[in-house]
């Protein structure tokens, strides 16, 4: 993942090399964010394509109707899908800046984790309209939601929620990047851990 790989190149001195490299630091962030984006876009596509082939020949046969979904509904699902796995990532990439090293950051994909199992398990129990309220704003502000209520939502024709959450995911992206790019521009993404050492040193 980009949380172990990130921290992998902390934990092997690599990542100062590449910082040295006559490149600005926000091109690498951002190179980093989308390879493992189109990446991920890819084998999701996959998936959703194999997935959709196997729902729809299930229900062909049931008084003879299938999944028709339109264009547009193709358009913002796979808006949704991209941007979740965007702001997904921007999420990793801040979370493996943190990391001092492969261990600890193991540990620190057990809350992306966390984050994907809730909305799939909501999604499951229950319709999002018929969430309790503040359940309701909890799997709203996750991000790996939307993609996973959007079939759902565009096959009823909610396409407000749909828009909505799109829009969300968009500033989600836009807010996580530019605090990652922001970190990644100082010392922190190098020296967070060891200067924070030398801190406690000298305070004896």
Not at 18 to 45: N, Y
Request: charged fraction near 15%.
């Amino acid at each position: 993942s980009l949380i172990s790989s990130l921290a992998l190149e902390k934990e092997n001195k690599t990542l100062e090399t590449l910082l040295t490299m006559p490149v600005k630091r926000e091109h690498i962030a951002l190179a980093k964010i989308v390879g493992s984006a189109i990446v991920g876009l890819i084998l999701a596509g996959i998936y959703m394509a194999g997935f959709y082939s196997y729902l729809n020949s299930l229900t062909q046969n049931v008084q003879g109707m299938g999944l028709n979904f339109k264009a547009v509904d193709f358009l913002l699902m796979g808006s949704s899908l991209f941007l979740s796995i965007l702001a997904g990532l921007s999420l990793c990439m801040l979370l493996g800046m943190m990391a001092k090293d492969y261990r600890s950051a193991q540990l620190l994909t057990f809350p992306i984790s966390i984050l994907a199992l809730v909305p799939m398990i909501a999604n499951m129990i229950m319709d999002f309209s018929n969430l309790p309220g503040v359940l309701k704003v909890i799997v709203f502000l996750i991000p790996f939601s939307h993609p996973i209520m959007s079939p759902k939502l565009a096959f009823y024709g909610d396409y407000g929620l749909i828009v909505s959450g799109i829009l969300y995911l968009l500033i989600f992206s836009i807010v996580t990047t530019v605090f990652v790019f922001r970190i990644f521009n100082s010392d922190y993404v190098v020296l967070g851990w060891q200067r924070e050492k030398r801190l406690k040193f000298f305070s004896r």
